[in-house]
Structure formats: C-alpha cells, structure tokens
C-alpha cells in the first residue's frame, strides 16, 4: 500500500498498478480540476517511468476497484460511545481512537452525533467532501480515519433526517464510506434523550460504551459493555480533571490499558 498525500486530503490506496489504472506506461487519472489528480500523478511518476497521461472518466469503474482494493468495514469492531448532554463523549471518541492507536489498531471514527455534529470543524478539517462515484472518503486527522454525518449539511445545528432519510443515509456512510477495514470504528453517538440514538447504534451494529459526566440524566440509555468517566465499578475507567490543552493526552494514556483489556478483547463491566 501507498500514502497517496497532498494537504488535508491523504488517500490511502493500492498501488496504481494493482488498481488497474497503469497499462502499458499508460496511466488513468482523474479529470485536471479534481482534488487528487496532481498528487495521483506524482505518485505514479515516482513508480514508473516515461509514463502517457489520459482522463480517468470512468468513475464507477474506479469505485469498484476502490471498493475492492481499500474495503469498508468487512471485520471492525464497531463501538457505539453515548452520554448525556456535556458528558464529553466526543473527548472520550478522540483519546480512546487514540489509545487504540498507540496499541497498533488501526482506528477509523464517526461523527453520528445527529444534534451538534461539531467534530469536523473541531479537528480542523475544513475539506469539501470526497467523492469517487457513489463512494465517500475519509479524511485524516492523526493518522486516523474520519467522516461526518454532517459532510453533506454544512449548516450548523440539528441534523434533520428522521425515519427511513436517516435509515438510508446511515448505511450509506456504513456500505459506500471508504474507510479501509479499520480494526475498529468508534461512533460519537447523539446525546442521551435523543430518541434516534438506538437507530444509529443498530444501524452499525455497535456495542455501546457509556460516558457518565458530572451531570446525571434521566433518559433511558443503552446497556453499555463498559463505563467511562464518573463511574467506579469494576472494570471501568474514572477520567480525572485535566487542562483543555492535554485532556486527548492525559486520556489516550489513562484509557490505553482500558481498550486493550475491556474493549478490544470483549470483556468489560456491564451496569
């Protein structure tokens, strides 16, 4: 595999070779205006030699080697995060990918929180959506693979779906997201209360993990394998308070023991 990279927007992909699009010095690229021809094209450059260039028109026929070359989500374990309003669930999504990380998985995340879907702005990443046919890419952040509900609603605020919209919108981003068998993909799930969380949760097939703040809520929530933050049974894991500036840091470390023994093994206390 090949890091396929210009800023902001990394591919991950097979070889060019591999993919179909390298016959006889005769390399297939993408339309001049698109967002990774140019680094597509530096790429096969560094591969091959005296290399004829033509437009890659056919989309679907790129999508279809994508699909098979990259994958979706054929074997991830998928881990549904929730908690009440403010319970710092989307901090918990961002140092427990990173833990995960730091013990060699490879991490891919979501943001379903369909009430302040707020992570893509909050990561930095500014980038229009990327599209390969009826294929969605990801985007980086720490080497970690990332989408958005909101990728296709810009406005702030509430996402509207409702119903079968969001049915067919959440298996889009589960069956046409490029996301690369990742060993996990971690959902930042709508707050408790929100009456779609269990449509989300079920879409993915997700085991849910329960992020408990200082604030209680009253709302009726998932059985989760495990608890993080003001918890304190066995098995879980109690985030104490740290600055802003070193929550990911303080909490990648703090959760790593965490994800390999409870998470990823499939252990863990139930409450």
Known sequence: MIELGWPRHPLLLAPPDELGLVRDREVELPEPDSPWHG????QCKQLFEDLRVRPLRDATSLARRLRESVGGLDGAKV????G??????????????LALQGLGRSVAILDADLAAPTLKPTLGLSA???LVGSLVLTLPWQGIRFQ???TFWPAEGPLPWQGQGLDTVLRRFRDDVVWGRPDVLLLDLPPLGDPRLEQVMAAF????IAVRGPLGSAAQAPVPLAVIGQAGGAG???????PPGERLVVFANLLRPFAEASLWNGSGRSH
């Open 148 to 150: 958005s509900l909101a």
């Open 236 to 242: 879980d894991v109690q985030l104490p308070y740290a």
């Open 128 to 130: 229009p959506p990327l």
């Open 84 to 97: 009440g309003a403010g319970s710092g669930r989307s901090t918990v999504v961002l140092a427990l990918a």
């Open 39 to 42: 680094p597509f094209l530096e």
């Open 79 to 82: 881990l549904g995060v929730y």
């Open 205 to 208: 097939a997700a085991v849910p």
